[in-house]
């Protein structure tokens, strides 16, 4: 079992490389959604299982895609749902909110143990955010709906994708 304190997760190329480039998509893209220093992107690295990492990557103008490190991924989906876009913006503007815990960083660790670590993308650099949902406390609001955001999207993101397998499966027969 892996120690408290580091843990390696293996990893593709492929989730490398997407991984990398949702971090440094710049600020010039959103220009038109976001005044001064507002968060408008978060990558968000969440510990799935002991071997399993998933980054769930949300901009301000509603794109959303999830990667996992075993090259898996499912992007492209806030092209054909507004359920995904509604949810994607709303969890970057609820980072605003929270953004005042964030350190800024020049380094983008995966995280140790159980700690989702989300990275906030200004136009002033990266900021950094990890926390264990499981240790937020309760009168801790915008903490909580700042995890609530990230749950919705991921529901939305799910929602998207039985939909996407149904229309599959119904094409193939």
């Not at 010039?28 to 968000?44: N, T």
């Not at 895609?65 to 090259?71: C, E, K, L, V």
């Not at 650099?125 to 926390?131: D, H, N, W």
């Not at 749950?151 to 149904?166: F, G, V, W």
Request: hydrophobic share 40%; with cysteine; proline share 3%.
């Amino acid at each position: 079992m892996a120690s408290n304190n580091f843990h390696r997760y293996p990893v593709t190329q492929k989730y490398l490389m997407a991984r990398k480039s949702s971090i440094v998509t710049p600020a010039s893209r959103f220009e038109k959604f976001i005044k001064g220093d507002e968060v408008y992107g978060i990558v968000l690295d969440m510990p799935v299982a002991e071997n399993v990492i998933a980054t769930l990557v949300a901009y301000i103008n509603g794109a959303a895609n999830i990667h996992y490190n075993n090259g898996l991924e499912y992007v492209g989906a806030s092209k054909r749902y507004l359920d995904v876009v509604k949810a994607a913006n709303l969890y970057v503007r609820y980072a605003n909110e929270i953004f005042d815990r964030a350190e800024r960083v020049a380094y983008f660790d995966l995280p140790k143990s159980r700690e989702y670590t989300a990275y906030f993308l200004t136009a002033k650099g990266i900021y950094r955010y990890a926390y264990v949902p499981s240790k937020i406390a309760k009168d801790d609001e915008k903490a909580r709906i700042f995890h609530f955001g990230c749950r919705n999207l991921m529901r939305e993101l799910h929602e998207a994708q039985l939909k996407d397998r149904n229309a599959a499966e119904k094409k193939e027969s």
